[in-house]
């Protein structure tokens, strides 16, 4: 059977309440317990393999190899334990959660979290990767925060909810790092190689650091002092949650993870003491907090704390049988903590207040409760004959024989004493305040009225395990915690030797325990009065300061860096690449690459001197804009000119068209931007700038010449040799873009239909006219549509667009091509828009531009296409000869039938643009959109 | 001949790179247009300067490398579109923001 099984049904039953919203907790009960009873049967059918003492189940299925990362999961004695109480208490609190929402219609989200939990915290027990553990590592945490936060609307939740996610989730980081070395240093993250190589992993010199990684992630889930502290901030939650994640399951999760890699990391003195130390101050700290508190849920949590901290000291402690005793310990307390907290659930709904001050005597109301209750107290105080009875003595045992270091060997057991004192007065406490102890004070809910006897069955079935743990302690302890103890030494295990409890030592201290508690709870009103008179620590003010100091300082350094000024990033990045790329330029040889340079003529230079002339002239004039303007259209013309004199004709054309375009774009723009731009850089500004823009320039001079001194290695032999007997065209440049690369230049024509319909899109609700600012007359001619130029523009047309067709018809053997031809076309159209207006040729052109734009990538896709029909891959050409007469031989490929989609979108995406920026010029419009 | 096209290519990026970081809309265009200038010519120039020899089949012994040309010709086409883009960003800037600072707000010129 395969185990993913068990994770798969509790998150499938997670989904089955968002069908059934609003629908009565009763039924959204019913339907959540079906899957977890389905997984707790499930999870029993593997019992009697694990009690004969099988090997552990692995099954994996590999996920992101590389990663070291596995769907694996794992099936043992201490994962079915933990399993078991997952799942047994789990499909309690779902019936517990039907009575504690009965009569709320909102609590299908509830239903749904609880299951993901429950489905997640199987996931950590039965993981067999590491990794893929810390994934339901971290869900835990997450679900977490939402049910703690589960009543939105108060503000106490959500900032519970936010500090037990910082905690949890900062500890789970931790982890994250700590298991990494781990698994690299034991070679892999599958628990069966990391169990294996426990002597290499504590010989790792890394050892240390990993140790303490992977104790901050199960101390701050385990809520280990000092990061208990979320753990009463979270009793905001709903009483089924407290009583599942804060105190039966999800914060023994950092307990069951120190069990798991027990053989891995433990019994270093490192372990001992950081675990051991951290385990007594938690348990002392826990149970003496847990004394004073008023609030039921309080004291539970503080007790819960205190608990944690007992099995973390057994787990450091490293005597032959602490683990046992650890994990004996964990089912007892969950066994009896949980209907703690169900009473304080029901008694919290009966009576509208958590404050036992005011709670009291709540036998007369509730009997059989208190009756039910009286069992898990006894339990919890460590009464005789009680689970807590055995597992507290087992403790007292193991703390007797803990012979080094000497320190310990007589500080701990006085220390446990001290604290199972403490532990047996919160015990006396709860139950006597809340049951007894006079008559009920100023209850916000009058009368208290019982719960009904059948919610008192998942308390009654829990008490009765505890009964049956405490009368039956062997019996038990070889089911379940034996195989669990084995499975976490890895090694075969003596069975515990119960009958060696009761005398001597033990036994004193336990009586000392139950003395000195009840003589401390009869001395309480004395001691609640002095505790008061303690000055208050309150330690979230403190974790509030930390987070506030943490945010104000992580914001003043974003602040700092990105302060929303664009020329800021700008030059940073800049100055960044500056940086970088000048870092790996220290031992560059030579720059001058050794091949011969082609000698100078005088006209070449005369064009160098102007192109430099004509960007220098840029960015003197920048601030007047016209002329800056004008000057940038004769660097454009100078860079065609330098195409076309290193033999690149088609890249001339097409430069001498956009050049045309660009200018005029930038003429309609700058009609309705200022004339100037004010002057406004500092001095030192503009040298900063100056510096990283020469810099810049510097390394594009000096890469360039490396460049052109270097010997050339090209790959475009292939294409000079193929383009005859492959595309059919001698003009290589034109069957790159057509044939070769056609799938790029399909891409391109794609961007470019892409830009001119954003453009389009930006101009439509754009209206200019009214708003611009102040323009200077003085430039602009006052005829706006001169005759003279009307005229010529009408007789160009034709030459224009015919000169188009045989530029486009030549292409693939001459220069020219589509993307020219389009450019063509689209000047000589532009330039009817200018002498004419808008209106004008608007009323004049009959075909839309964006549809012109679709149909020419369409064209080109279908013609890459056609290809498949006949079995060839996509863009594949064909070519061949036509002759026709008076025209003459033309060749013929399907590569023209391509360029003429590149045609067809380069028209329609320019004049897109030029006319929908021309639009803008217009007061009135032409009265419909362009395009 | 090398030399004289790295130091023009040189200077041509300087006068891109400075306009692109001064701080009004129109001054940034500008420079973006020198800027593809300078960034068109140096991948042009990885096909080496060749004179009189464009790369069509039996035209010359050594031609032209066709390679750096067709991309750039790509190149030209969409840095037009980008341009006539970053222009109408613009000119939507200065209309909603009612001014042409390349942050939309001029508290002060320089921001630092």
Not at chain 1, 264 to 284: E, K
Not at chain 1, 348 to 363: K, L
Not at chain 1, 893 to 913: C, E, K, P, S
Request: proline letters at 5%.
């Amino acid at each position: 059977m395969p185990l993913v099984l068990i994770i798969l049904l509790p998150l499938t039953g997670a989904c089955l309440p968002a069908l059934l919203q609003g629908r009565s907790s009763r039924l959204l009960a019913s339907v959540s317990a079906l899957p977890t009873l389905f997984c707790l049967l499930l999870l029993l059918s593997w019992l009697p393999h694990v009690m004969r003492g099988g090997d552990a189940v692995v099954q994996t299925l590999a996920w992101l190899p590389s990663l070291g990362l596995a769907v694996g999961f794992r099936l043992d004695g201490l994962g079915l334990l933990f399993a078991l109480l997952i799942t047994g208490i789990g499909g309690l609190i779902l019936l517990y959660a039907r009575y504690y929402f009965a009569g709320s219609t909102t609590s299908a989200r509830f239903f749904t979290l609880i299951q993901l939990f429950m489905a997640a915290m199987l996931g950590i027990v039965l993981s067999e990767n590491l990794l893929f553990m810390l994934v339901f590592w971290e869900l835990t945490s997450l679900v977490s925060f939402l049910l703690i936060g589960y009543h939105t609307h108060d503000h106490a939740a959500r900032l519970g909810a936010r500090m037990s996610l910082v905690i949890t989730g900062g500890g789970g980081l931790a982890l994250l790092a700590g298991i990494v070395m781990l698994g690299q240093a034991a070679g892999g993250y599958e628990l069966s190689v990391v169990l294996e190589a426990g002597e290499r992993i504590r010989g790792n010199e890394r050892y240390g650091l990993m140790l303490n990684l992977i104790l901050l992630g199960a101390f701050t889930k385990s809520a280990q002092f000092p990061f208990h502290l979320w753990l009463p901030h979270a009793m905001t939650a709903p009483t089924p949650v407290s009583a599942y994640l804060h105190s039966a399951t999800m914060v023994k999760a950092g307990l069951f993870l120190l069990a798991r890699l027990h053989p891995a990391l433990a019994d270093t003195a490192l372990w001992f003491h950081l675990v051991t130390l951290t385990g007594m101050l938690t348990l002392m700290v826990g149970a003496f907090v847990a004394m004073f508190m008023h609030d039921m849920k309080g004291l539970l949590a503080y007790s819960t704390v205190s608990h944690l901290g007992l099995i973390m000291l057994l787990l450091g402690l490293g005597t032959p049988m602490a683990l046992a005793a650890a994990l004996f310990h964990l089912v007892c307390h969950a066994l009896f903590k949980a209907p703690l907290f169900m009473m304080a659930g029901y008694v919290e709904h009966a009576t509208g207040t958590r404050d036992m001050r005011n709670i009291n005597g709540m036998w007369r109301f509730m009997p059989a409760l208190m009756v039910l209750s009286s069992i898990s107290a006894a339990a919890m105080a460590g009464l005789p004959l009680m689970s807590g009875y055995i597992s507290k003595k087992m403790l007292f045992n193991e703390s007797l024989l803990l012979a080094t270091p000497d320190w310990a060997a007589v500080i701990i057991p006085a220390w446990v004493a001290l604290a199972a004192l403490f532990s047996v007065a919160y015990s006396i406490r709860i139950f006597h305040n809340v049951f007894f102890n006079g008559r009920p004070i100023d209850l916000p809910v009058w009368p208290p009225r019982a719960p009904r006897r059948l919610a008192l069955a998942p308390i009654a079935l829990l008490s009765l395990a505890t009964l049956l743990l405490g009368l039956a302690p062997e019996r038990a302890y070889t089911a379940l915690v034996q195989p669990a103890f084995a499975a976490a030494r890895q090694a075969a295990v003596a069975p515990y030797d119960f009958a060696a409890l009761g005398t001597g030592v033990t036994l004193l201290m336990s009586l000392f325990a139950l003395a000195g508690g009840a003589l401390f709870y009869h001395l309480r009103t004395p001691l609640f009065r002095l505790h008061a008179r303690l000055p208050a620590v309150d330690a979230k003010e403190i974790f509030d300061w930390l987070m506030r100091r943490a945010t104000t300082l992580a914001q003043q350094r974003v602040f700092q860096l990105e302060n929303g000024s664009l020329q800021r990033y700008l030059a940073f990045i800049m100055a960044t690449l500056v940086v970088l790329v000048g870092l790996q330029l220290h031992d560059v040889p030579r720059w001058d690459g050794g091949v011969a340079l082609t000698p100078l003529d005088p006209l070449t230079l005369l064009a160098a001197i102007l192109l430099c002339l004509a960007a220098i002239g840029v960015v003197v004039y920048h601030h007047h804009r016209l002329p800056a303007l004008l000057l940038l259209g004769v660097t454009g013309l100078v860079v065609t000119v330098t195409f076309a004199r290193f033999s690149a004709p088609d890249l001339a054309l097409t430069q001498l068209m956009v050049e045309v375009m660009a200018v005029v774009i930038m003429m309609l723009a700058l009609s309705f931007l200022p004339q100037t731009s004010p002057r406004g850089s500092t001095r030192l500004r503009m040298g900063r700038d100056l510096t990283i823009a020469g810099l810049v320039g510097l390394g594009v001079a000096a890469f360039s010449f490396a460049i052109l001194t270097r010997p050339q290695q090209t790959i475009s032999d292939f294409f000079m040799a193929n383009s005859m007997p492959g595309g059919g065209g001698s003009n290589v440049v034109n069957v790159i873009l057509v044939d070769f690369r056609g799938f790029d230049t399909l891409g391109e024509i794609t961007v470019l239909g892409i830009a001119a319909v954003a453009v389009f899109a930006f101009t439509r609700d754009l209206h200019l006219k009214e708003r611009v600012v102040e323009t200077n007359p003085a430039h602009w001619v006052a005829e706006p549509h001169p005759i003279m130029l009307g005229s010529v523009a009408r007789l160009v047309l034709p030459i224009a667009l015919l000169v188009s067709a045989y530029i486009f018809l030549r292409g693939h053997n001459q220069p020219g091509g589509g993307f020219i031809a389009g450019l063509i076309t689209a000047v000589a159209l532009t330039l009817q828009y200018m002498a004419g207006g808008l209106v004008w040729a608007q009323a004049r052109m009959r075909t839309a531009f964006r549809p012109l734009i679709g149909a020419g990538i369409l064209i080109a896709a279908v013609t890459g296409l056609g290809s498949w029909l006949f079995g060839f891959p996509f863009l594949t050409s064909a070519h061949g000869h036509l002759h026709l007469p008076l025209i003459g031989d033309i060749a013929l490929a399907t590569a023209m039938l391509f360029d003429l989609g590149v045609y067809a979108n380069v028209v329609g995406a320019t004049l897109l643009i030029l006319a929908n920026l021309g639009k803008l010029m217009t007061v009135t419009g032409p009265g419909k959109e362009i395009g | 001949m090398e030399l004289l096209y790295a130091i023009t290519l040189g200077i041509l990026t300087t006068c891109g790179v400075y306009l692109l970081l001064r701080a009004r809309t129109f001054t940034v265009i500008l420079g973006l247009t020198l800027f593809s200038h300078a960034v068109n010519l140096y991948l042009f120039a990885s096909g080496r300067l060749v004179t009189g020899a464009p790369a069509i089949v039996g035209l010359a012994e050594h031609s032209a490398d066709p390679l750096p040309q067709a991309l750039v010709l790509t190149a030209i086409v969409i840095g037009f579109a980008m341009t006539a883009f970053v222009v109408v960003l613009a000119l939507k800037a200065a209309v909603e923001l009612r001014n042409d600072h390349v942050d939309g707000e001029n508290p002060d010129e320089d921001r630092t």
